[in-house]
């Protein structure tokens, strides 16, 4: 609480992408369509696999809350985004600040875990596919996704106190178009070095466990595969190397930039652009243009929108 009395920052102002109003305006256009994208592609995962029965299983299960996880992740930053790159001064309230910065790592962290799952129920499925219908049932998908949003919020709590929890008497300007940890405490008007490693050590921690376990995973999937026939085989790659290219596509920029000391580096806004923007969209494409059984079921479903 002495910390929070010390603080006298009521606002922050960001540096944005960049000051080039020609440059925001591109950015500005490409921004709103990649988001109108997103949003549209996610929900119609989540819309298909609520209205075809054939996916109702554990994979398309994740699958949908992967694909609202997206919309809420990419929801916290770019509308914020989009507002700053038509204002001359990019601004956000200390209370807005923490808020967003909240609900950034909650979503990100349950990603994470939601991901880790998700490499779990294919290595179920593809090494003891026996056991499959008793180890993932749907109570125990359930309460899976329930232990994933717990733990976001229990490391986005940690983040978000660590935080708060320093003085801002001084400089409120971020080098960034959003809040997030690492550029935030750089502001504190103390030392910050102790709770930037305890920051580093937890995201980090998450970040890197996480990794490992899915490489662990589609390694003992690719080692399996051995033993499956040709059709089997193909069809395991097909999914596993979607699923392996979205953990690539995440997991890459989260460790670029949370498992680091304090360090700025000029490639920092353009992966925060790729994890906050890009990623999000990309999860839909992937899993629909790479999905057989996905694309199959969005076809039916239009035909029977157009046919009543």
């Not at 696999?49 to 770019?78: E, G, K, Q």
């Not at 920051?199 to 390694?219: E, Q, R």
Request: proline residues 4%; charged residues 15%; neutral net charge.
């Amino acid at each position: 609480m002495d910390a929070l009395n010390q603080t006298r920052v009521t606002e922050f102002v960001f540096l944005g992408l960049t000051d080039k109003w020609l440059l925001e305006i591109l950015f500005f256009v490409a921004f709103s369509a990649t988001y109108v994208l997103t949003l549209w592609g996610n929900i119609l995962i989540m819309v298909t696999i609520a209205f075809t029965a054939r996916l109702h299983t554990p994979m398309y299960f994740f699958l949908s809350n992967l694909s609202f996880i997206d919309i809420c992740h990419s929801s916290v930053t770019v509308p914020k985004m989009l507002e700053g790159l038509l204002l001359e001064r990019k601004t956000i309230s200390f209370d807005n600040c923490i808020t967003q910065l909240f609900f950034l790592h909650l979503f990100a962290c349950a990603e994470i875990f939601l991901l880790t799952i998700m490499a779990y129920d294919r290595y179920i499925a593809i090494c003891i596919p026996l056991h499959y219908s008793r180890v993932m049932n749907m109570r125990v998908c359930v309460q899976l996704v329930f232990a994933l949003w717990l733990g976001g919020t229990v490391h986005s709590l940690v983040q978000t106190f660590l935080t708060i929890r320093l003085p801002y008497c001084g400089p409120n300007i971020i080098d960034s178009y959003f809040c997030d940890v690492p550029p935030v405490i750089k502001l504190a008007c103390t030392d910050t070095y102790l709770t930037g490693m305890l920051i580093v050590s937890n995201s980090g921690t998450i970040s890197l466990t996480c990794f490992l376990a899915l490489v662990i995973s589609y390694t003992a999937i690719l080692v399996s595969l051995r033993k499956q026939s040709a059709e089997g085989r193909r069809k395991a790659l097909s999914t596993c190397s979607a699923h392996f290219v979205v953990v690539v596509l995440f997991f890459g920029p989260c460790i670029f930039i949370y498992t680091r000391p304090d360090t700025s580096f000029s490639l920092d806004k353009v992966v925060s652009v790729f994890y906050t923007v890009v990623t999000p969209l990309l999860n839909p494409l992937i899993y629909s243009l790479r999905n057989e059984e996905v694309k199959s079921a969005m076809s039916h479903l239009r035909e029977r929108q157009l046919f009543s």
